[in-house]
């Protein structure tokens, strides 16, 4: 029997997604061209004639499932899909662990009733928020004796043991076989902890969670496949609500994902699959490339040609490919592959942003044609670069730039606004806080009114000088009260200046009204206070910068988070502390730094952005953008076989082809060999002009650099600076 479903196969920008939109329209335009008599006829009846592709768009409300590796890669599918049909047709785009998620809270009911759960609507832990509870769950169990045999700090520690609970969920592995799988996998290895303790940590954590109604990815997952999966409800309304299903870039999905392919193919679905052998992005992050493909027995295989013609992938991956597996071949590179090489990394940055500067100014290329790939991009190069790039009027745009929230200005003078307000607070802050917070808070902005620059419009009226005397002379602090007094404190507040003072006198008032506010419990929770202060002292009818807007909606949105999981808490088991326990925690949490200013993300309008691209090599590769130049940093850096991301431990034990299989160090050479490949081939194939490998002989550290990718440097002439 020939199937219907198409199984799409395809390299780096080869044209997947074009197809599986284009199998989509099939599908609709077949359907439409039949009768009405033709919906009636049952699945298993024979039909005459030529058979459409879409077999089941019969019943009254058909969908489609439409999924993507990750959340732009969604939003773009889900829109290419809408625009092609004009509209018409049901379309629910989502990623896997974003289906799982809403099916989980859809049949929450079904749960509750099946696992005797309690009957509350269940709240999702985020990852930060998961940790810190899991932290104090296992921290009677988690002695120095643990934390020395583990060989980690606590935090890290207990950030491994929980992956673990969300690699077993991925691989379809239920918590209570976590155990065994760790024995076999980790053998006789006396440097890691015994898996039964690990095991029994996760379900207490589980059980703990389940009882209070909070879900965890890790939980989540196991709950759809090991529950709902083989529940026959669910599985009816499933299959009744899908008829088809849309997956592209099949190899960055978990194992779990295979399980709902079947199931729904098994009931009649038909099924358009995009996979790249060149791809496998999240492999030791949850992915299972080698299991999904094992779905292509069940689809019309369709093989596409390689990448553009235009991209280098053809004409350089077999080359380069040879040159790093086997270093000792003499191969000179082509004239479009040039370097950067320097002594030190310092200078590497400089000359590299230089260069893209010149190439820019010269109309070589377009900002938006160039992307800094990096394995790793620390702070200093991150600085380095955009410091150069944006004096050259150069904007660069980071991608998935995951600094944390307390390295915002705007945020630690929230934080530090909260400590005045509430009491109890005092020890959380200090006169460089406060004088921080004086700047920040007597910001305004300026606008031309035929102008929408604002970003470099932005001025204060307390300097850092006039913040700095003011803290030194009016700051009173206090553990319980802390207190800034009148101006008229400072015998010299003649020096302050007019302008200074009254904003200065402003913020004064508008802290005490708070605080009256507070003693009448009229300020309903921080959440409110944080959000009044916004809107008095930065928003203001200001356009303020996308970064501080998204520093300022993630605050929010981890504010709300936060407390919302400390009611449910309270509900749950009371606790006996101060009134502002929670405040100092929150605080403390975002201190730490665990944070990101990664909010629902705000769709830009209008073309791309006119900016240089700076991203690792992971952040790059997920986001499967292409450009005419690459300048690829760090090229001597070890890293580049890692693939700019970290392996969770024992993520090689829960792929399904190799379940608690020992990993070897040759099993772990091999890996690195294959994703290095995959890794130049992928970049290979998004690159169309030139490629610049910039390399140091010295790293940040100060040690020589001898990474997989140095062979290529040494084949490559070092060209001339434009």
């Not at 900002?367 to 004096?391: C, F, M, N, S």
């Not at 791309?608 to 499967?624: D, E, N, P």
């Amino acid at each position: 029997m020939v199937s219907h479903s198409v199984w799409i196969v395809g390299t780096s920008r080869s044209g997947k997604t074009a197809r599986l939109v284009e199998q989509f329209c099939n599908w609709v335009k077949s359907e439409n061209q039949y009768t009405e008599s033709f919906y009636t006829k049952k699945p298993g009846r024979k039909k005459s004639g030529h058979v459409p592709e879409f077999l089941y768009l019969k019943q009254t409300e058909p969908g489609v499932l439409v999924l993507a590796a990750n959340d732009d890669n969604r939003r773009e599918l889900g829109d290419l899909i809408v625009t092609s049909t004009l509209g018409k047709y049901p379309v629910r785009a989502k990623t896997p662990l974003g289906f799982f998620q809403d099916e989980v809270i859809l049949f929450w009911p079904l749960l509750i009733n099946s696992l005797n759960l309690k009957a509350q609507f269940p709240v999702r832990l985020r990852p930060e928020t998961e940790q810190e509870l899991a932290t104090k769950l296992w921290r009677t169990q988690l002695d120095e004796e643990i934390l020395r045999i583990a060989g980690v700090n606590e935090s890290r520690l207990v950030r491994r043991i929980l992956d673990l609970l969300q690699l077993a969920a991925y691989s379809g592995i239920p918590c209570e076989d976590i155990a065994q799988i760790l024995a076999r996998g980790l053998g006789e290895n006396t440097t890691t902890l015994e898996p039964e303790f690990l095991a029994s940590l996760l379900l207490d954590w589980r059980n703990w969670c389940l009882e209070r109604g909070l879900l965890t990815y890790g939980i989540i997952t196991e709950l759809y496949s090991q529950h709902l999966l083989s529940d026959r409800n669910y599985q009816q309304h499933l299959t009744k609500r899908y008829q088809a299903v849309l997956a592209d870039d099949v190899d960055d999905y978990p194992s779990v994902a295979r399980l709902l392919f079947e199931l729904l193919l098994d009931q009649g679905a038909v099924g358009a699959f995009s996979y790249n052998p060149d791809g496998a992005v999240r492999l030791g992050l949850g992915a299972d490339p080698n299991y999904l493909e094992g779905l292509a027995e069940r689809c019309r295989v369709e093989i596409l040609t390689g990448p553009p013609p235009e991209s280098l992938g053809e004409q350089l991956t077999k080359q380069m490919v040879e040159l790093v597996t086997e270093p000792m071949v003499l191969l000179s590179l082509p004239e479009i592959v040039h370097s950067i090489q320097t002594t030190s990394r310092a200078q590497l940055l400089r000359q590299t942003a230089e260069v893209i500067a010149n190439a820019i100014q010269s109309q070589q290329v377009q900002p938006e044609q160039v992307a800094i790939i990096a394995p790793g991009l620390d702070a200093i190069a991150r600085y380095t670069l955009v410091e150069i790039l944006v004096k050259q009027n150069i904007q660069v745009q980071s991608l998935n730039d995951q600094r944390s929230l307390i390295s915002s200005p705007i945020i630690r003078a929230l934080l530090t606004m909260l400590a005045l307000v509430y009491p109890g607070l005092g020890r959380l802050v200090d006169r460089d806080a406060v004088a921080e917070m004086l700047v920040v808070l007597s910001r305004k902005q300026q606008v031309p009114e035929n102008s929408t620059d604002a970003i470099n419009r932005v001025s204060t009226d307390i300097d850092p000088v006039r913040a700095g005397l003011i803290a030194d002379y009016c700051f009173l602090p206090h553990p319980d009260r802390p207190n800034l007094l009148p101006v008229s404190a400072f015998e010299r507040w003649d020096r302050i200046g007019y302008a200074a003072t009254t904003a200065y006198n402003q913020i004064l008032e508008w802290l005490e009204q708070q605080r009256s506010q507070q003693e009448l419990r009229l300020i309903p929770s921080p959440i409110s206070l944080l959000d009044r202060a916004i809107q008095r002292f930065l928003w203001n009818g200001s356009n303020l910068p996308y970064e501080q807007l998204a520093a300022l909606r993630e605050l929010l949105e981890t504010a709300q988070h936060y407390w919302e999981i400390d009611t449910r808490l309270r509900q749950i088991t009371p606790v006996e502390t101060t009134p502002y326990t929670t405040i100092i925690e929150f605080i403390q949490l975002l201190r730490r730094g665990t944070i990101t200013a990664n909010p629902y993300p705000v769709r830009s309008i209008g073309g791309v952005r006119k900016a240089v691209t700076l991203a690792t090599i992971f952040q790059y590769r997920s986001s499967r953008r292409s450009h005419r130049w690459h300048f690829w940093l760090d090229a001597g850096s070890p890293l580049w076989a890692k693939g700019g991301a970290a392996t969770l431990f024992g993520a090689p034990f829960f792929l399904r082809d190799r379940l608690g299989e020992p990993w070897t160090a040759e099993d772990e050479k091999l890996a690195e060999e294959q994703r290095l490949r995959r890794i130049l081939a992928d970049l290979l194939s998004r690159v169309s002009e030139r490629v610049y490998l910039c390399h140091s002989d010295l790293a940040v550290n100060g040690q020589e650099q001898l990474g997989p990718l140095l062979p290529l440097v040494n084949a490559c002439v070092t060209h001339s600076v434009i």
